[in-house]
């Protein structure tokens, strides 16, 4: 049974950066895509960003060129390096995998 444990969340100014980790338990890990999702208060859950076992990236039009995705197969671990943060961007931020959700991280991005 895969579990997922997000971290790295928290109260950053406009501008400003953060990276989000999501560590994996399991074996499968190594050979499935995974993805980061984010939910801002009153709206829908949307994707955000994924990444593939062989670390092909794809990015939402929102976060492309801000947001960078990666992996660390041996740490089980996925990141996402969050950069120019914009106060649209205030969200719980979700690791997915294989239909199993993390519990989130929020982000607060705010003067």
């Known amino acids: 049974q895969v579990q997922l444990v997000e971290s790295g969340g928290g109260l950053v100014q406009p501008g400003g950066s953060l990276r989000l980790s999501c560590v994996a338990s399991g074996s499968i890990f190594s050979n499935v895509a995974m993805g980061w999702y984010r939910q801002a208060p009153g709206k829908q859950r949307e994707w955000v960003a994924r990444?593939?076992?062989?670390?092909?990236?794809n990015y939402a039009d929102s976060v492309k060129g801000r947001f960078t995705i990666s992996r660390d197969n041996a740490k089980k671990t996925v990141y996402l390096q969050m950069n120019s943060l914009e106060p649209d961007d205030t969200a719980v931020y979700y690791c997915?995998?294989?239909?199993?959700w993390g519990q989130g991280t929020l982000v607060t991005v705010s003067s």
């Open positions: 990444i593939s076992y062989s670390g092909s990236t």
């Open positions: 997915h995998v294989l239909g199993v």
